[in-house]
């Protein structure tokens, strides 16, 4: 079975940090880009944050620049977010989306992060 098996979310206090993981199941992450995706309830999909198969170069959403950070450990088969500083918009069901140079790609089951007091 190839998937992506996503850990972590949960409940969390406003400017409390939470720390999600992506996991390959059935293939390997090595030579993948790697993208986590957010979609809060009534919005469209958006991009949070993408990072290169080699881990070298991250791109940001403005809206998480300097709270969230994304990484990946290929060794582990396995990509993280850390998630610092959340906010309540930041309240959404996240996705982590694998996607090869040919232009093949997977996405994992997604797991909810609410913020709230």
């Known amino acids: 079975q190839v998937r992506l098996v996503q850990s972590g979310g949960g409940l969390v206090q406003p400017g409390g940090s939470l720390r999600l993981s992506c996991a390959a199941s059935?293939?390997?992450?090595?030579?993948?880009?790697m993208t986590w995706y957010r979609q809060a309830p009534g919005k469209e999909r958006e991009l949070v944050a993408t990072i290169t198969s080699a881990g070298g170069s991250t791109v940001y959403a403005d809206s998480v620049k300097g709270r969230f950070t994304a990484s990946r450990d290929n060794a582990k088969n396995t990509v993280y977010l850390q998630m610092n500083s959340l906010k309540p918009e930041d309240t959404a069901v996240y996705h982590c989306n694998a996607r090869f140079f040919t232009g093949t790609y997977y996405w994992g089951q997604g797991t909810q992060v609410t913020v709230s007091s």
């Open positions: 059935g293939f390997t992450l090595s030579g993948y880009t």
